[in-house]
Every structure is written in structure tokens, then in C-alpha cells.
């Protein structure tokens, strides 16, 4: 496992995406991927086997772990793993986005002209 | 939460899936939660799309879960430490892939045996594939670009024991739209044809009048603009608009986003154009190809008195509603039946009488087609779908004898992994992947030859005068259907060689050699062979039978006059002609025509005999009673309208009496000409001339007898015909039969420049042989004929591929005993006929299991064949001769080389 977090960059797209979607709380499976469809609008639609894969992939890397606290009972369905976002996940994360501010306000990136969204 | 409901039959597959295929370090860690997740969703898809949703579901978990399993396999391939500490190899899932490795290296060290396998399947996988497409757009498909289409249906009126159903009167609709509980929402449609210009030409389609709940009800979104909508038809009269389909907007307008707002002419008024429909929306029959949709309160300025608004004996119109959710189609029906009695005895409702008697209502799913015909549609495409899995059958039995012919070549080295401690279901599982691989690739290629071949399907044209668009390219649900089959296959047919590979006595065929051991031949491949012959000579039968059903139909003596005649589809009335101004030009026109050299006669009528268009009206006739109905009640007959030239043109001969005379106009007293069938039927004392009889309570006088002719179908049994004068009843659609003695090029181009030159605005009309026009009754044959004969060929190819293969490979196994023989004094004469004989023999059994079989099986073609016997002998010889003839050419080739043994090497060898 990795402890310098700057060795793990850059991220695939999907990986920050996923935590991203983890930042703002825990979720399990079907949640994330639902979130992850949602915030790209639809752009990312992950089936399970694929999730499951980034989510192997993150878990590896540290970058994310399986949960121990419960959600209230009632919402609580106990088969169910909820994964969230580790301090180090959280530091990747982070330098991730900040590579991607710097790479989004550079010259070129703004001389770029601007695509008017399609209705 | 309770979400414990037992697993689905999705949720198992899905579950057994992953235990086959992803590696053990990935499906441990994960395999429950995938589980859970494909539930979750199919949970919810089944809620958004009801059953369709399964299929969304697995279109996308399927590649999902394959890539996942590859991938995941690489990765523990390239770091291999699996967290729970079991060994990979003893994984099934690892076992299989290693296995299908195995295979794959098998292939790649036999590339012509692997070729040819694969392409034996995919010819079978490929016909099934492609006439299940066929099958798919025409009748399982629903509703292209509706919303939820599986809870719309079709809504009839019937009565007791009719099978067929009567379209509606816009009041009925307006009555069932107004009293229905079981639906959510009813919209009513009508076929308009129309004339469209936006410029000076106008060109001829097809419109649909509609209800303002239609678009709703289907629930179609606009790809421009907006559709119409509204609850009171009749304020969108004065509206003026029009819907265009998104095809006729690519078309004409060229896909101009600026088209909204713009002015299209229809049947001759300026509508404007307010929305394009989505692409794939092309109405309640996406086979006809709709141009244009216009509100209902357009219809009778667009259509006259056809479309009624306000005559309930009228019905022009077919009904279209949403089931509520929850409500079955049988109890929709139930309940619409109530509606429909309700609705006849209501106050105020003046229905024909005929009419009234339908007091129930139908219900049936959409189907694409109109409900009556989808089941005979569907009859045929299933005789079709079972031709075509004859040829996979084939294609599959010759694959099984294949495998099983590399099964024996094998021995030795399945003998040695037995003695190296492989178990028999070891080795079977590894036979079997092979063959799943095999039939998974095929059926891949299958899928490719039927992109292609429902491609080239569409390229046909048929003889019908209705624009078609139907779209028959396989979709999903074809891919996953084909692909299914090819493994189902691959299991069935791969099992056996399997099994019997496996069965190996090691011992002796260890110690002994390659070659000696060839003759003991498995009985198992012999009837594998006398199998494919057999199937082959039911398909090719078939084909006979439909090929002397075609030859007995184009000989056929309809009745009338079918050479020599030019016909052309002529619509004034789409083009907005008033009566008066279209029995003139339709009078100008013919004069002109008949100037032309070598025309003999001119003539009109509303329906040509034998192009799938038949139409009947009431009459009462003295002294009969239709069956279960009273004294005085009306007949249904079928009719024409004719003019006077037309018994002429089509030599229709005269019995007694007259045909019809100019002075048969409108101010003339209503006549009519009648059949012979129609004379002796109602008339039994022979007293039918000049007799009267009534439509509603208009007299009409008969004053001609002429002899039968055909009117439906070939075959059809001779009916009552009635002949009334177009001049006493105007319809602006009418065909125009000319019947010349010179070409039809001719008539053609006077036709076409007289027209232009009566009304350059009137579209210029189809025009055709009666020849032509009459060969749409000849299409299923045609089909069939076409089908059968194409699968046949294959079936029969295949099965000589197999002979051939069987019998080199046999006496290849066999070449020392031959070169014995040889040495001993037997004649090369001798060899050839000893395995000619063994040949012979198979195709002999082949031969006759397959006339037994086909004996049973074309009795189903009977209704196909014009009285053609399904025994017909002359078929069947002929097909046994050329089945016979191939055999022998595959035999012979094998024989000839056995012969050729070289005795002293061929025991060298050894």
C-alpha cells in the first residue's frame, strides 16, 4: 500500500468520481452507483461488476474501507457493506482536484472557446 | 426494510453467473454484494418498464459481467495474491477458463475443422436469427417510440361467434372514451390517404386522422414542436394543423429545423406543419408508413363522407387505449363489452342495422398489426421460424457428428489424461466447452449473417400498393435469443460426442495403434448422418410443395382477363376534387386513353379483383334469410364499382342480361349486376333478372348476370359478387384498367403524361400490371417457396459436407484394412462398392425416415398449396432424385480414393 499519496496520481476518472460521491457520506453499492449517475448526469453508469472492480481497486490502495458504523435500523439493511472515503483517500482526493484547478486555470485551458450546453 | 422475497429466475442466473465466472479472490469479496446490487436494480427497472425491464437489465449486466470476469482474471493472473488462501486452480470458474484455453489452442492447431464447425453453426444460427428478426419487428416487438407499450391495447367491436372485428364510428368512440373505467385514456385513429405537396407536385402517402388523446395516449413525445392535443376534437377543426412523421420530414423537407410553422398542402388545403414526430414513432402500424397525422374534425374536409364525424354508420376508425395499471386485458374487455351493449341500446344511437348487432367489445394487446391478421401473420412466420430451425438442427447435428469424428481421432490422447489421473467428468467438461465455444462463436456469426441477411430482406419489394417501413433489423432481444440458442445447442449436441469421447478403454487403445482400431464405426455418428439426410428431405419437400403450389397458382384461371391489362391507382379525392370535377377528369382521361394505339378498352373500378382489398355492403333480398337473423334482415355481399367497360377489359363474359350503360348514372334508378354463384344462391327459381333487391331501403334493379371470377383468393370457394355502376356511387379513389394489345411501356407513358396534362398538380400515379397487382395472393408461396428453397439448399449442402466428411474420415481410419484387403486379392472394384454400399446404406435409411417424416409434417402446408396434394408425388420424387443424386457424389469421392490404396505403404505405415 502506498503512503505517499502522490504516487497514486493522476486518478482515472471514475476512481475520483467514486470518491467524490463518498465524500459527503457513506454509501453502499447500488446507492453509489446511482449517485455517481446522477452527479455525472449519466455520463458514468456503472454496472456492478465494474463498481465492484473500481471499488476493489480503491479498497487495495487505501483509498477507501469498509464502514463499521451502522445507518439508523429502519434504513438499515444488514447484508449490506457501506464504504466511505479514508483520511488518505480523502489527501489523494484533494491533491487530485487541486491538479485539476491548476490544469483548468492555465492559459491554454481558458484561451479554449466556450460550447454552449445542448438544450 | 423487508425486501426478502425469494430470488428471482434473473437473480439466480445472475448469481450462478458469477460463480462460474469471476475468479474467487473478486466473487468472495464481492459476489453477494453484486448479487444484491442486480436485484436492487432489477427491482426498480421492473418497476419503470414492467418485464421489458429484465431484458434492459441483462443487455447491460451480461457484458458487464464478462469484462469484469476477464479483467478480473488478468489481474489475478498478473498479481496473484488472493486474499482468502484458496489455490485459483481449483476454482470451477478457473477450471473452465483453463479449459476453454485448451480449447482455443485446439482450434488454433486445426483452423479448417474449427472454420468449417463455426461456419456450419452460424449458416444455422444465422436463419434462425434472421426470420426470428422478422418475426420480432412484425409481431413481438411493441410499439416503437411509444411509452409503456405493453399496456396499450387494441379495442374492437365484435359479436358472438365472429372472429374478426368491426373498426368504430367516431360516436361509438366518443361513447366508449366517455363510459370506460378499465382504461386510462382511449384515442381513436382513422387511415387517411392523402395527397402532400409543399411545392406545386404533390406526392401520394398515407395519413392517420386522429383523436386529440392520441398522441397521450401512446404517450409519444415530439422530436420538434409540439403534437396536438386536447381533449374536444371538434375545436381543433379550425385549427388547421398537421404532424409530420420524422421519415417524411427527412424526406421532403430535407430535416429543416425551420420547418415547424411552415404550410403543407393536404389533399389539396394548406395546413400548417406544427410538430415532426419522434423517429421511431410511425404509428399504431408501424408497418405502414405513416406520413402525416391530422386532428379527427379534419377528416370528413380531407376524406368526405368516409369520415364521418357525426353518422354512427360509418365506421371508419380503429381505437388504440392504456390499460389502467393493474387491469387486465381480459378484464378490460369484459368490461368494455358492458360499454358496448350500453352503448347500442342507448337513446340516440342510429346504427345500420347490421352494425348494431356487434354488442361486445375486443381487447388485444398491440401487436403491430391489425388484430385479426397478427395471429395469421404469426401462424406463418412460425411455420417459417420452424423451417429455420430444421437448418440448425442440421447445422447442429453436423457439428455433434464433427466433434464426435475429432473425438475418435482424440483417443490416444484422451486415453493418456485418463491414465494421468483425469477424472471422466474432467474430460467431459472440457469436451463440452469446446463445443460451447464452438456454438458461442457461430452463434456470433450467425448474428452477422443475420444483420446482413434481414438487410438484403429489406431490399425486397412487394407487390402491394401500401408505402411499408418496417424496420426488421435484429435488436437486442434477437442477439440474446440467438446467442442463447447457439449454447443451448452447443450443450444438447456437444453432450454426446462428450460422453462418447470420454469412454475410453485405456488399456487397449493405448496399446494399440492409430490405425487399427478404426472400424468399430459408432452407431451414434450413423444416425447422426441418416438424421441430416432425413431433415434435409423435409425442408426440401417443403420447398417442392411450394414451388408446384406457385406454379399451380400462376396458372390459375382467376376468372378474368389477368395479360395485356395496364392498372393505375388514381385518388382525385385525396387531391381535393368536388364529385362533379372528378367524374370529369376520370371521363376526359379514359377518352384520352382510349386513343392511344393498340388500347382495346378502358375501364374504372374502386377495388381490383385479387389485390388483398375486398369490401362488402348490406343488401336485403326477397325470400332470404341470413343465417340466425329474421325475415327481411340484410345480407352482407361482397361488391365493386364498376363501369360499364369493365367486364370488357377484364373479359368477363356476360350470362344474361346487360352490363352497365352510360344512362346508369346518378338520376338513373339504382342497378346492379350480379355472379352466377350470387343468381343460383339467392335466386333458386332462376328468377334473378330484373328482380329487386334492397340497400336499406333504396331499390335496386338487377339487370345483368355474369359469370364468377376470383375476388379474395385463388382458392377461395365461389361467393355471391355484386357489380353496382362507380356512376351511381362516387369515390374519388378508383383504379383505371387499360387493356391493350401493345406494350405496357406505352400505355404507361400516355398514361402518365395524360394525367400531368389534366392536373399538373395531381400526384403522378403507381401504375402496374394487373399481372403484377394480382401476385400479392401469390406472396406467401412466393415467400415460402423462396425461404424453404434457400434453407433447403443449405440444409442439403450441409448434409452432404457431413456425408462427405463422415465417410473420407471412415475410410481414411480404415486405409490398412483396405490396403489388407487390397494385398489379399480383392479387386479395387471391390473397395469402391464395399464402401459405396456403407454409404448407400445410411443415405438409403436417410432417404426414407425423411419421406415418413415429411409424409407427416407438410400436411400443416395444406392451406398453402391451392389443393396441391401435401403428398404431391411429383415434389417428392424429384426432390428424393436430387437428394440422392448429391449423396451419391459425396459418397463416391471417398470411395473412389479408398480404392486408390497403396497396400504395401498403407501397412508400412504402421
Redesign the interface.
Known amino acids: 500500500m502506498p503512503t505517499d499519496p502522490r504516487t497514486l496520481l493522476p486518478l482515472k476518472p471514475v476512481d475520483l468520481v467514486l470518491l467524490l460521491a463518498l465524500v459527503e457520506g457513506e454509501q453502499h453499492g447500488y446507492a453509489l452507483a446511482g449517485e455517481i449517475a446522477e452527479r455525472t448526469e449519466g455520463v458514468v453508469r456503472l454496472e456492478p461488476g465494474n463498481l465492484y472492480r473500481v471499488i476493489r481497486r480503491l479498497v487495495d490502495d487505501g483509498l477507501v474501507d469498509v464502514s463499521q458504523k451502522r445507518p439508523v435500523a429502519e434504513l438499515d439493511d444488514e447484508r449490506r457493506r457501506y464504504y466511505r472515503i479514508t483520511a488518505f483517500g480523502g489527501r489523494v482526493a484533494a491533491l487530485e482536484v487541486q491538479r485539476l484547478r491548476a490544469l483548468v486555470s492555465s492559459p491554454a485551458a481558458r484561451a479554449l472557446p466556450a460550447i454552449p450546453a445542448r438544450a | 426494510?423487508t425486501?426478502r422475497r425469494p430470488p428471482s429466475w434473473s437473480e439466480r442466473v445472475y448469481a450462478v453467473l458469477i460463480q462460474l465466472l469471476?475468479p474467487p479472490s473478486?466473487r468472495d469479496?464481492?459476489g453477494?454484494?453484486?448479487g444484491?446490487?442486480?436485484r436492487?436494480?432489477l427491482h426498480d427497472e421492473r418497476a419503470r418498464r414492467g418485464r421489458t425491464g429484465d431484458l434492459v437489465i441483462w443487455a447491460?449486466?451480461l457484458p458487464?459481467?464478462v469484462?469484469?470476469?476477464l479483467?478480473?482474471h488478468a489481474a489475478a493472473f498478473v498479481n496473484p495474491l488472493p486474499t482468502p488462501p484458496s489455490p485459483p486452480s481449483d476454482s470451477m470458474s478457473s477450471r473452465l477458463f483453463s479449459d476453454a484455453r485448451f480449447a482455443l489452442r485446439g482450434f488454433r492447431k486445426h483452423p479448417v475443422f474449427f472454420g468449417v464447425a463455426v461456419l456450419v453453426v452460424a449458416l444455422g444460427t444465422g436463419a434462425v436469427s434472421t426470420i426470428f428478426s422478422v418475426a420480432n419487428a412484425v409481431v413481438l416487438r411493441p410499439l416503437p417510440g411509444a411509452r409503456d407499450a405493453s399496456a396499450l391495447v387494441e379495442v374492437g367491436r365484435t359479436r358472438t361467434g365472429e372472429q374478426g372485428s368491426l373498426s368504430a364510428s367516431y360516436p361509438y368512440y366518443e361513447y366508449v372514451a366517455r363510459h370506460s373505467t378499465s382504461l386510462d385514456g382511449l384515442a381513436a385513429w382513422g387511415m387517411v390517404p392523402v395527397t402532400l405537396s409543399t411545392g406545386n407536385h404533390g406526392v401520394q402517402g398515407l395519413g392517420n386522422a386522429v383523436s386529440g388523446s392520441y398522441f397521450s395516449v401512446l404517450g409519444v413525445q415530439p422530436f420538434l414542436g409540439t403534437l396536438f392535443a386536447g381533449s374536444d376534437d371538434r375545436a381543433l377543426a379550425g385549427e388547421g394543423v398537421v404532424v409530420i412523421s420524422h421519415a417524411y420530414w427527412q424526406r421532403e423537407l430535407a430535416g429543416d429545423s425551420t420547418a415547424i410553422g411552415r404550410p403543407l398542402s393536404v389533399n389539396g388545403r394548406a395546413l400548417t406543419i406544427v410538430g415532426v414526430a419522434p423517429p421511431r414513432f410511425v404509428g399504431v402500424y408501424p408497418a405502414l408508413r405513416t406520413d402525416v397525422w391530422i386532428p379527427v374534425a379534419m377528416g370528413p374536409e380531407l376524406r368526405g363522407e368516409a369520415a364521418d364525424l357525426t353518422n354512427a354508420g360509418i365506421s371508419w376508425m380503429q381505437l388504440v387505449g392504456r390499460l389502467k395499471r393493474g387491469t387486465s386485458a381480459s378484464a378490460a374487455q369484459r368490461e368494455l363489452s358492458a360499454v358496448s351493449a350500453q352503448y347500442v341500446s342507448a337513446a340516440g344511437v342510429a346504427e345500420p342495422k347490421g352494425m348494431s348487432e356487434y354488442t361486445a367489445a375486443r381487447v388485444d394487446r398491440v401487436a403491430g398489426l391489425p388484430a385479426e391478421v397478427a395471429g395469421a401473420v404469426a401462424g406463418f412466420l412460425g411455420v417459417l421460424l420452424a423451417i429455420a430451425a430444421l437448418v440448425l438442427l442440421i447445422a447442429s447435428v453436423n457439428v455433434a457428428s464433427m466433434l464426435l469424428a475429432r473425438a475418435v481421432v482424440r483417443r490416444r490422447e484422451i486415453a493418456m489424461r485418463i491414465a494421468l489421473g483425469a477424472t471422466r467428468l474432467r474430460l467431459v467438461r472440457q469436451l463440452l466447452v469446446e463445443s460451447l465455444l464452438l456454438f458461442g462463436l457461430g452463434g456470433a456469426a450467425g448474428t452477422l449473417l443475420a444483420v446482413w441477411g434481414t438487410r438484403l430482406l429489406q431490399r425486397v419489394e412487394l407487390p402491394i400498393d401500401v408505402p411499408l417501413s418496417l424496420d426488421v433489423s435484429p435488436d437486442v432481444r434477437v442477439l440474446v435469443v440467438t446467442l442463447l440458442i447457439a449454447l443451448a445447442t452447443g450443450v444438447l449436441f456437444g453432450l454426446a460426442p462428450a460422453l462418447q469421447g470420454s469412454r475410453t478403454d485405456v488399456q487397449s487403445t493405448l496399446r494399440s495403434d492409430s490405425a487399427g482400431s478404426g472400424r468399430r464405426r459408432s452407431r451414434l455418428r450413423d444416425g447422426l448422418i441418416v438424421g441430416q439426410i432425413a431433415l434435409s428431405l423435409l425442408l426440401l419437400s417443403s420447398a417442392g410443395l411450394f414451388i408446384r403450389a406457385l406454379g399451380r397458382g400462376r396458372t390459375a384461371d382467376p376468372g378474368f382477363q389477368v395479360d395485356g391489362v395496364v392498372t393505375a391507382a388514381l385518388d382525385v379525392g385525396s387531391a381535393g376534387y368536388p364529385e362533379a370535377r372528378g367524374r370529369a377528369l376520370y371521363r376526359d382521361l379514359a377518352e384520352r386513353l382510349g386513343r392511344v394505339p393498340g388500347v382495346q378498352s378502358v375501364a374504372y373500378a374502386r377495388v381490383l379483383p385479387l389485390s388483398m382489398n375486398i369490401s362488402g355492403r348490406h343488401f336485403s333480398v326477397p325470400g332470404q334469410v341470413p343465417p340466425g337473423g329474421h325475415e327481411g334482415d340484410a345480407i352482407s355481399v361482397n361488391t365493386d364499382e364498376v363501369d360499364g367497360g369493365y367486364f370488357r377489359a377484364l373479359r368477363i363474359p356476360l350470362v344474361s342480361g346487360r352490363v352497365f350503360l352510360t344512362s346508369d348514372d346518378e338520376q338513373a334508378p339504382r342497378v346492379a349486376v350480379i355472379n352466377e354463384t350470387f343468381a343460383r344462391r339467392y335466386f333458386p327459381a332462376g328468377d334473378a333478372l330484373g328482380a329487386t333487391i334492397r340497400e336499406d331501403s333504396t331499390p335496386i334493379t338487377i339487370v345483368g348476370i355474369v359469370r364468377d371470377s376470383k375476388f379474395a383468393k385463388l382458392d377461395e370457394e365461389a361467393a355471391p359478387f355484386l357489380y353496382q355502376p362507380a356512376a351511381q356511387i362516387w369515390s374519388g379513389a378508383t383504379n383505371l384498367l387499360v387493356h391493350t394489345l401493345g406494350t405496357p411501356e406505352a400505355v404507361t407513358a400516355a398514361l402518365l403524361r395524360e394525367v400531368s396534362s389534366l392536373d399538373p398538380s395531381l400526384p403522378s400515379p403507381r401504375v402496374t400490371t394487373l399481372r403484377q397487382s394480382t401476385a400479392v395472393v401469390l406472396l406467401p408461396q412466393r415467400i415460402a417457396a423462396a425461404v424453404t428453397g434457400a434453407l433447403g439448399l443449405t440444409g442439403l449442402l450441409l448434409a452432404a459436407v457431413g456425408l462427405y466428411g463422415i465417410l473420407s474420415f471412415s475410410t481414411a481410419q480404415r486405409t490398412r484394412e483396405m490396403g489388407v484387403r487390397l494385398a489379399l486379392g480383392a479387386s479395387r472394384t471391390g473397395i469402391v462398392q464395399l464402401v459405396l454400399g456403407e454409404g448407400l446404406r445410411l443415405v438409403v435409411v436417410g432417404i426414407t425416415v425423411g419421406l415418413v417424416l415429411a409424409g407427416m409434417a407438410t400436411r400443416a402446408l395444406r392451406p398453402f398449396l391451392f389443393g396441391i396434394s401435401p403428398l404431391d408425388p411429383l415434389a417428392f420424387a424429384s426432390v428424393g432424385a436430387v437428394l440422392l443424386g448429391v449423396s451419391l457424389l459425396a459418397i463416391w469421392l471417398p470411395a473412389r480414393r479408398a480404392s486408390g490404396v497403396d497396400p504395401m505403404r498403407s501397412m508400412r505405415a504402421e
Do not use: K
Open positions: 426494510m425486501r469471476c473478486f469479496r464481492f453477494q454484494e453484486m444484491d446490487f442486480f436492487d436494480r447491460r449486466a458487464d459481467l469484462s469484469t470476469a479483467r478480473e
